[in-house]
Each structure stands twice: as structure tokens, then as C-alpha cells.
């Protein structure tokens, strides 16, 4: 059989008891098709059809724990309560029964408010200060009771994942959401346990959840946890502007159980840190495996001309060149490659990449974001 550049991305992956067919992961994207938070039989197809399109890991949607504000969107899933927890079982029975593996990613939102929404949860928005942003007040600090309450629903909600039949479990802690606010000292003005001066500190609360994660779900379940510099608040903010930063950011969070560090780019081919090994340096996920030895995942804008902000901006975007990806995927920057719009708008991104389809790519509309297909 010919060799094909492309092939890179087909090796299997395994880890603990995660076997994966390919390098190939969908990333998980907020759809808000779940009405009171329960994923119906259109959610189900969703990403049964992914699964048919080869994706060698789904990651699915954010879906809230069981916390009276931990979402900011009445239509995104729960995952917890009989209905919602039903229409997972739904959902992962479709996605095995196309061959596929999953994990859901679980999700608390913190103070952050949704921008296509004003809808607001009953109960007010929790964070670790009370602030949405630094100096920007939104919601209210979490008490001690709080934090733990909150630690114990990401355990009940990876419980709930295993004993369904996920694959895998995904710990949303990037983009300003609820474990992110912990992380960035312009959010976490605590004076206790949970805050302090530096990222190793700050980091205290993911720490727990991680631990509460792997209690829940037994040393040989995967733990993926979702991680970005930057803030949805803040483009530009940065937690760790240095490796050893990274290293006192990460490694207690691996030290805790994580598995996979899921490394959030807006664009996957930046380099972390140009004024080390220069502009065609490792990117965040090559530093992350670098820093703390675990597998890791990139993703931003792959496979596409524009980044998210252009799509929320209301610009579509091209197929593009695939040659960095395989470039790095070649010399083992990192193990995993995330893509998320370009699945979306075509399930079968995976094959025709494959087969050397490249003419059969779509194109990526922001219309995309309206339907469930």
C-alpha cells in the first residue's frame, strides 16, 4: 500500500483503556439544541453521523453538572437528572453502535454570561471572587460550601459518564469558564486556600476536581482536561508566560490525575513561546507534553482559512492546507489533533481526508451554527 502524507493522522492512540483508531478528535462545541437541558434523538444523530464519518474521538458539547447556576444557556445539556442522563445513554448507544468513541466534557460556566442570550439562570452566577472579569463584578464569590458542593458534582457527573459507557471524560477548565476564573489572578482575588499569588495556587481548585474526577471513575478511566491561555474576557491574557510558569500551572493538575491536557489555540500554529525555540516553535500542546510528559491534544482552526472570531464576526472560512498539522503530527509535537468547524459543517471531513478527497472539502458558513446536522 502507498504511503500517503496524511497517514500520520491514521495511527492508533491508546491510553489506559482509551483505543483510538485515528489521531483524530472532534472538538467539543456549544450547540444549545438540548431544550432543559436534555439531548434529544436530533442531538443523538449529531454525532452518530460523526462517528460513521471516522472521527476517532468525539468529545461532546459542554454539558453542565449539577450546580444551580452552572449554565448560562437554558438549551445546553445537563449531565445529570434522569431525562438528560437518558438521552446520553441515547446518545453514546448511537455513537458505539457507528463504530465511534466519545466522551462528554463536563462543564460549569462560572460568572460568564452568554453573549446570543440574556437569559439567566435563577439562582445568581458563582465564581471564586465574584467577578466575571478583573474589577467586573457579575454574580457572587463562592463560600467553602460552594466549592465543595461544586467538586462533588464534576465527580458525579464522570460517575454518571462511566456507568453510561463513555469512553472518556473531558473536564472543561479553559475560556474563562468556572475552573478558569480559579486559574487567572485577574478573577481569583481569594485570600484562602483556593487563591494566592501564583498559578500553582490558583490552581488548587482544579486540583480537587481532578482528584474528585479520578475517585468517581477509577485509575483506568481517561481524563482529558480542556486548558487555554486565553479568556473570552481577554484575548490576550496569558497564565504562563514562561515553561517553568507552565510547568508550576500543569504539573499538579497531571500530578492529580489528568491524563490528556486538551491545549485550546485560537490558531494551532503559533508558537507558545517564539522568544525561546522562535516562530516555528512548539505550540501550547507541544509545550504542555513537553513540560509535564502527558499526551496531549492541539486544536484551532484546523483544516480552515479563518479562526472562530472571524466566524462569530459573521465570515466563512476555506479549506486549507493540512501541511503544518502533518509536519508536527510527524515528529510527535503532540499526540492528538482537535477539529471542530470544519466537522461541523461536514461529517465526513475525516474520510475524505482519508481517501484524498480534498476537492469534496466544505466550505465553513457561520449558518452552520444554526442547525444540527
Not at 450547540?31 to 452518530?48: C, I, L, Q, T
Amino acid at each position: 500500500m502507498t504511503s500517503s502524507p496524511v497517514d500520520v493522522l491514521f495511527r492508533p492512540f491508546q491510553l489506559k483503556t482509551l483505543n483510538l483508531k485515528n489521531r483524530i478528535v472532534m472538538a467539543p462545541m456549544t450547540r444549545s439544541f438540548s431544550p432543559e437541558g436534555v439531548p434529544g434523538a436530533n442531538v443523538a444523530d449529531y454525532y452518530r453521523r460523526r462517528a460513521l464519518g471516522q472521527v476517532g474521538l468525539i468529545i461532546s458539547e459542554g454539558t453542565v453538572i449539577d450546580r444551580p447556576s452552572a449554565r448560562n444557556d437554558p438549551n445546553i445539556p445537563f449531565f445529570h437528572g434522569e431525562e438528560p442522563l437518558a438521552g446520553w445513554k441515547n446518545v453514546i448507544e448511537a455513537v458505539h453502535e457507528a463504530g465511534g468513541k466519545m466522551a462528554p466534557q463536563i462543564w460549569h460556566t462560572g460568572s460568564v454570561p452568554n453573549p446570543f442570550t440574556e437569559w439567566t439562570p435563577d439562582s445568581p452566577v458563582e465564581s471564586p471572587s465574584g467577578l466575571v472579569a478583573p474589577e467586573k463584578q457579575r454574580g457572587k464569590a463562592m463560600t467553602d460550601e460552594d466549592i465543595a458542593d461544586t467538586v462533588a458534582a464534576f465527580g458525579r457527573a464522570a460517575a454518571e459518564s462511566k456507568q453510561l459507557g463513555f469512553d472518556a471524560v473531558e473536564i472543561h477548565g479553559a475560556h474563562g469558564y468556572l475552573l478558569d476564573q480559579f486559574f487567572w489572578d485577574g478573577t481569583n482575588q481569594r485570600s484562602d486556600h483556593f487563591g494566592g499569588s501564583t498559578i500553582r495556587e490558583r490552581s488548587r481548585f482544579a486540583v480537587e476536581v481532578i482528584k474528585s474526577v479520578r475517585a468517581a471513575v477509577g485509575p483506568d478511566h481517561a481524563i482529558i482536561l480542556r486548558l487555554s491561555q486565553w479568556k473570552q474576557q481577554d484575548y490576550a491574557v496569558r497564565i504562563a508566560h514562561t515553561p517553568d510558569e507552565m510547568a508550576d500551572w500543569l504539573v499538579p493538575l497531571v500530578d492529580a490525575g489528568a491524563d490528556i491536557l486538551h491545549c485550546s489555540q485560537r490558531r494551532f500554529w503559533e508558537a507558545e513561546y517564539p522568544q525561546i525555540d522562535g516562530e516555528n516553535g512548539l505550540n501550547f500542546a507541544g509545550w504542555a507534553k513537553k513540560v509535564t510528559g502527558a499526551a496531549t491534544i492541539s486544536v484551532g482552526s484546523v483544516g480552515l482559512s479563518g479562526d472562530l472570531l472571524s466566524t462569530f464576526g459573521g465570515e466563512s472560512s476555506t479549506p486549507a492546507s493540512l501541511d503544518n498539522l502533518l509536519e508536527r503530527m510527524e515528529r510527535d509535537e503532540f499526540d492528538l489533533i482537535a477539529i471542530g468547524r470544519a466537522i461541523l459543517s461536514d461529517p465526513e471531513w475525516v474520510t475524505k481526508i482519508r481517501s484524498g478527497n480534498t476537492s469534496s472539502l466544505k466550505d465553513f458558513s457561520p449558518a452552520a451554527l444554526g442547525e444540527l446536522y
